[in-house]
């Protein structure tokens, strides 16, 4: 059974452009979730999807955007990069929503010059 | 706020000498306790779910312990390939449940 697949795996941005990261969750998984991870902050939740419907947001500015398709593929969007976004973005599937049991891709690592 | 706080940051253990990792957490009516592993490089994997105080989950060489206000993990006789960051996360009852992870401890054992 293949697992949660995220990419690009990296990518290099400037300050001000925009990124989009994509992720294939496990077959049969309906929830998505998106997480930002770096050194300092550690795991940080951004949100989460099921059924094309965002279910929750962490705290995170309206730069921060996702969405969900039909397939339960999901891709999230930051705009306006900055350099504080350099981090490690997470995605984990699960089969339902509301549950601490993910399933996490590798990561895709995003650093902002 | 909910509040997951792992210690310590880092450890480093001689190959079979067992130890304990900590989690301490403040939420408003547990819902979960999670333990994940994760590698270099890697997204965490996860471990483990506790429910209730006095629960306990086992897996090889690690046991996962839960009270009112902490979670333990203990590592018996730990290897070489059990080094790698454990992340400890909790769900709250407060309505929004999301889930929160602490910062994770670094262990290191040395062959």
């Known amino acids: 059974k293949a697992g949660v697949t995220q990419t690009p795996r990296y990518l290099i941005k400037t300050r001000g452009q925009q990124v989009t990261l994509s992720c294939s969750p496990i077959s049969g998984h309906r929830s998505v979730s998106w997480y930002q991870q770096t050194p300092g902050q550690g795991l940080q939740f951004l949100f989460e999807?099921?059924?094309?419907?965002?279910?929750n947001k962490g705290n995170f500015p309206g730069r921060f955007s996702g969405r969900q398709f039909s397939n339960s593929r999901s891709e999230m969007n930051v705009s306006t990069l900055e350099l504080g976004d350099s981090a490690l973005y997470l995605c984990?599937?699960?089969?339902?929503?509301?549950?601490?049991?993910?399933?996490f891709g590798e990561g895709s690592r995003l650093t902002v010059l | 706020e909910d509040q997951v706080t792992q210690s310590p940051e880092a450890l480093r253990l001689q190959e079979g000498e067992s130890s304990s990792l900590n989690c301490s957490y403040t939420v408003s009516g547990l819902r979960g306790l999670f333990w994940y592993r994760q590698d270099p490089g890697k997204g965490p994997e996860f471990l483990f779910t506790l429910y209730s105080a006095g629960e306990e989950k086992e897996k090889e060489r690690l046991k996962a312990t839960l009270t009112k206000k902490e979670s333990f993990l203990h590592i018996t006789a730990p290897k070489p390939e059990d080094s790698a960051t454990y992340l400890c996360?909790?769900?709250?009852?407060?309505?929004?449940?999301?889930?929160?992870f602490g910062k994770g401890t670094r262990l290191h054992i040395l062959p």
């Open positions: 999807y099921f059924s094309e419907t965002q279910r």
């Open positions: 984990a599937s699960s089969t339902t929503v509301n549950t601490g049991e993910l399933f």
């Open positions: 996360a909790v769900q709250g009852g407060g309505g929004d449940d999301k889930i929160i």
